[in-house]
């Protein structure tokens, strides 16, 4: 019987959606994860990176009003701004790429078979999808802005508890940059390597 490492992300991803909708209260509710799982599917990627030589970008975004909203509007608000931006950063990913919600309004995404400046093109848009969302509660329109933090592949060598240990901690590096550069904005944890030939910075939709 195939391992899960060799279903493909897809599989995966149903996996995991399958539990988010056993777990909704009320139904519009997407539930969080946890580190955990978060950990199980980034260990998938690091075993199926090490086989295949790809190269892969944890994107890590987090909304830079959550607490003020929930704060200020509530968990109904919240609740729904949710599936919002659950909708729109699918919109926004290709069909092999996955994304979790985690607590407290961060988000992450994988993006296999992706280089840094190709992730970075793609976090951009995404930052700007976000500042761009109308988004409307009771009446009232809520401007909208995120951070992001990005890592990739350093050793994919590594065994896969360790890289995708190490990937995770890059990514809130990276995600912390973006907080201390005033938010709204995108860092990535790696330098850009110089070989512009090797990295094209766009990645197929």
């Known amino acids: 019987m195939a391992q899960d490492s060799d279903r493909g992300p897809g599989a995966w991803w149903a996996a995991v959606r399958r539990r988010w909708q056993a777990r909704?209260?009320?139904?519009?509710r997407i539930a969080a994860v946890d580190e955990a799982q978060l950990m199980d599917g980034l260990k998938r990627e690091a075993a199926r990176a090490q086989r295949h030589g790809h190269d892969g970008v944890l994107i890590l975004l987090e909304l830079d009003p959550w607490v003020r909203l929930q704060q200020q509007y509530g968990e109904d608000c919240i609740r729904a701004l949710d599936e919002r931006l659950g909708q729109l950063a699918q919109q926004q990913l290709r069909g092999g790429d996955w994304l979790l919600p985690l607590p407290r309004g961060v988000w992450a995404a994988y993006l296999p078979c992706t280089d840094p400046l190709g992730a970075l093109d793609a976090a951009d848009r995404l930052r700007a999808r976000v500042a761009t969302l109308d988004y409307r509660w009771q009446g009232q329109s809520l401007p909208l802005s995120a951070s992001l933090g990005l890592a990739h592949w350093q050793d994919w060598k590594r065994e896969p508890q360790q890289g995708a240990d190490q990937l995770l901690q890059q990514a809130r590096q990276a995600?912390?940059?973006?907080?201390?550069?005033?938010?709204?904005?995108?860092?990535?944890?790696?330098?850009?390597?110089?070989?512009?030939?090797?990295?094209?910075?766009?990645r197929p939709a």
């Open 175 to 202: 995600l912390a940059m973006a907080r201390g550069a005033g938010c709204n904005c995108v860092r990535a944890y790696a330098a850009m390597p110089s070989g512009r030939n090797r990295y094209s910075g766009t």
């Open 24 to 28: 909704r209260d009320p139904p519009a």
